[in-house]
């Protein structure tokens, strides 16, 4: 496994870490499944678990919280993230950046995650009804209680993204290190037009999520919508990647990760991971055999000739 800077801080994260986004919580309910899955991530080199409140509204916090308290790993070993902004209840002021409910949420994530702090907290988007100077303000006093190590931007444009940072060094703030985008073969146009031009030069890593892009990426639907599947029970997933010119995409990447002994997954979060601007590839797993999987692409390199290869069956 791979280790790299978080951006220019001096925090180091796995290059391949694990989510609990749409299954610890939600569509996966066994503990002792999920525990199994977190055990091999750690040993196999993972040390970055991502989580945020809203995962299946606090159960994907509390659930890892459970299991790392089980599994008894020291918790200087770990970076452990959540995130804060979309609606927890019904009340008006259990939502979005305001100081109030950043701080509140904060308190509540620690609780259900069984641990004193976090090494990043995000901003899960951007807030635009509260102003940018209280979001970063607020963030930065969380880092400064050392309720967070860290603080970090999820799914915000790159303008954003500036003033944030901006604001943040020019008042003596904390600024955000980390953003968190979609990325993979099958999204890429936003992260390498938008917001690594604004990221790489300020020092801040990207730890991406869907870098396999909804599973379109590891073959699963070569043949048609297995029942079960992401793309099966969600239509929005579906849509957004399931056609017939992605479909031809997958199945020439195969010849490539054939030539190199890989899997497509491998393919996949290696292809991601050959950004600089890059820290970590969030990868999701229901099965200790996808975990497994994914992990070997921690320590893979992939030559200019293979990304040329890719780039030219991407561009058809």
């Not at 659930?63 to 308290?69: D, M, P, R, V």
């Not at 308190?107 to 901003?123: E, G």
């Not at 930065?140 to 993204?161: L, N, P």
Request: proline fraction near 3%.
């Amino acid at each position: 496994m791979q280790y790299r800077r978080l951006g220019r801080s001096g925090l180091k994260v796995s290059a391949v870490s694990l989510g609990a986004w749409t299954t610890y919580g939600g569509s996966v309910q066994d503990k002792a499944l999920i525990k199994d899955i977190v055990a091999k991530a750690f040993e196999g080199g993972i040390n970055f678990f991502d989580n945020a409140d809203a995962y299946a509204r606090g159960q994907g916090e509390a659930f890892l919280g459970e299991i790392f308290e089980d599994l008894d790993i020291p918790r200087h070993h770990l970076v452990l993230s959540t995130k804060v902004f979309w609606p927890m209840s019904d009340a008006i002021t259990d939502r979005g950046l305001s100081r109030k409910h950043v701080l509140e949420s904060i308190d509540l994530s620690l609780d259900r995650m069984r641990t004193d702090y976090v090494d990043i907290y995000f901003a899960h988007r951007c807030d635009p009804e509260t102003p940018m100077e209280e979001i970063v303000e607020v963030f930065s006093d969380v880092v400064r209680s050392g309720r967070s190590h860290y603080w970090g931007t999820s799914e915000w444009s790159a303008a954003q993204i500036a003033e944030a940072h901006t604001y943040a060094t020019a008042h003596g703030l904390v600024a955000p290190v980390t953003e968190q985008p979609q990325y993979s073969m099958l999204y890429r146009e936003r992260v390498e037009s938008q917001i690594l031009p604004v990221t790489e030069p300020k020092g801040i890593g990207l730890v991406v999520w869907s870098p396999l892009a909804m599973g379109m990426l590891t073959g699963k639907y070569d043949d048609g919508m297995p029942d079960g599947t992401r793309f099966a029970d969600n239509e929005g997933f579906r849509k957004s990647f399931l056609n017939d010119a992605n479909v031809a995409k997958v199945k020439a990447l195969k010849a490539v990760a054939d030539d190199l002994g890989i899997t497509r997954a491998q393919l996949a979060l290696a292809w991601v991971l050959r950004q600089s601007g890059v820290s970590s590839v969030i990868t999701g797993a229901t099965k200790v055999e996808q975990l497994l999987d994914n992990l070997a692409a921690g320590d893979l390199e992939l030559d200019a000739a293979t990304i040329e290869r890719i780039d030219g069956i991407l561009a058809d």
